[in-house]
C-alpha cells in the first residue's frame, strides 16, 4: 500500500487499484475523488478498462497482462500529487458525482 498524507493507495485483487481519501464523506474529499477520475479517464494509458469514482475514493480496473503495474501506480501517485488542494478549486468545480 502506498500513501499520501490524505490518501493511499490499495490493491484490491491482481487487476483494481484503489486511491483512498480521507474516511469522511464531506464535498471536498468528494471534488479530489471526481477530480482524479476525469483526469485519469482524459489521460489514456495501455490497459486500463475503466476508472469508477465513489464518494471518497476512485478504483482503477486493469488489465494485469497488458498494464506496468509499477508504471501504473507512479501514474496515479502524479496524478494525486498534481491535484489542487481542495481550497484551490471552485465552487463550480465542488461537484457531487453519483
Not at 475523488?33 to 495501455?46: F, G, K, N, Q
Not at 469514482?53 to 494525486?80: C, K, M, N, W
Not at 498534481?82 to 457531487?96: F, G, I, K, M, Y
Amino acid at each position: 500500500m502506498t500513501s499520501g498524507a490524505q490518501w493511499r493507495l490499495v490493491p484490491v485483487g491482481d487487476s483494481v487499484l484503489v486511491v483512498e481519501y480521507e474516511e469522511q464523506i464531506d464535498r471536498f474529499v468528494n471534488a479530489r475523488a471526481v477530480s482524479l477520475a476525469r483526469r485519469l479517464r482524459a489521460e489514456t494509458a495501455p490497459g486500463i478498462r475503466d476508472v469508477v469514482p465513489t464518494f471518497r475514493s476512485v478504483a482503477v480496473y486493469f488489465h494485469p497482462l497488458q498494464t506496468d503495474y509499477e508504471a501504473l501506480i507512479r501514474r496515479l501517485e502524479g496524478a494525486v500529487a498534481s491535484l489542487a488542494t481542495p481550497a484551490e478549486q471552485s465552487a463550480a468545480e465542488l461537484v457531487v458525482e453519483p
